[in-house]
């Protein structure tokens, strides 16, 4: 049996609630490890980690999203007031928005889409790189990237994607803004506002964000590796040799 079958099964053979559980579980923890060490909140560190205690006991994906999406609104509520420090010749030309970090969800779709404000433009940008590489590295250990275990399937969306790359969002992406915000103002030329509010990235810097890709590859290969192998691990098969019961790991090299 294929990859790709093992997965389709796992909804109905509780795989995909166990695996949803451990990228959840990987996300949290890099969550409170963030809220701690660079926000210096350890309030929130501590909330998050308790919700990541409670997740053992969630018995269906929708317990998984529900403590997932609390966890959210503590760790995105500390980077409410993270200064956002521009260029002493910018300063007063960006608007009062554009000096903190604000609220992770945007006025103008009351969702992550269609920031409002600089950082928030940058989260989203290096998001869609992570999602393309968590789509490539779902497709290069045979699963199929649009059906996914913890995120609904809609048209248009690469379900199993977006499951991969919660692991690497605050470890990754997350950690990365949010020292560049500590240690480097923002330059206004790398930024416009369209007539609706929303803010985009403008000059040369969308394409030395796109040289970050390898990084988040790198942060994706053992994630795509993981979700392969627990997914294959699920379906019985005949145990023969243990070159059957292993599955290569084309990603780290590590087998």
């Not at 490890?33 to 409670?54: G, I, K, N, P, Y």
């Not at 998001?127 to 497709?139: K, N, T």
């Amino acid at each position: 049996m294929s990859v790709g079958r093992a997965q389709a099964l796992a909804l109905g053979n509780g795989t995909a609630l166990k695996i949803s559980k451990e990228l959840i579980s990987q996300k949290l923890a890099g969550q409170e490890l963030l809220a701690r060490d660079m926000l210096h909140d350890a309030a929130t560190a501590d909330a998050v980690a308790q919700f990541r205690d409670e997740l053992p006991n969630g018995e269906s994906i929708e317990a998984v999203r529900l403590i997932e999406a609390q966890a959210a609104r503590c760790y995105w509520q500390s980077w409410s007031d993270v200064p956002i420090c521009w260029p002493r010749t910018d300063e007063r030309r960006v608007p009062d928005h554009w000096k903190r970090f604000g609220s992770r969800i945007s006025p103008l779709t009351h969702s992550p889409r269609l920031a409002a404000n600089p950082p928030n433009a940058l989260l989203n940008f290096l998001y869609e790189i992570l999602e393309s590489e968590a789509r490539l590295s779902a497709v290069a250990m045979g699963l199929d990237p649009a059906i996914g275990f913890l995120h609904v399937d809609t048209p248009n969306r690469d379900s199993l994607a977006c499951d991969l790359m919660e692991v690497c969002r605050p470890r990754g992406v997350d950690a990365f803004v949010l020292n560049w915000l500590h240690t480097e103002p923002l330059r206004r030329s790398d930024f416009w506002e369209d007539r609706n509010g929303n803010c985009r990235i403008a000059s040369s810097l969308p394409i030395k964000l796109c040289e970050t890709s390898e990084t988040w590859r790198r942060l994706m290969a053992p994630v795509a590796e993981y979700v392969a192998q627990a997914t294959w691990a699920s379906v019985s098969r005949p145990l023969s040799t243990v070159a059957s019961r292993r599955m290569a790991t084309r990603l780290t090299q590590r087998n």
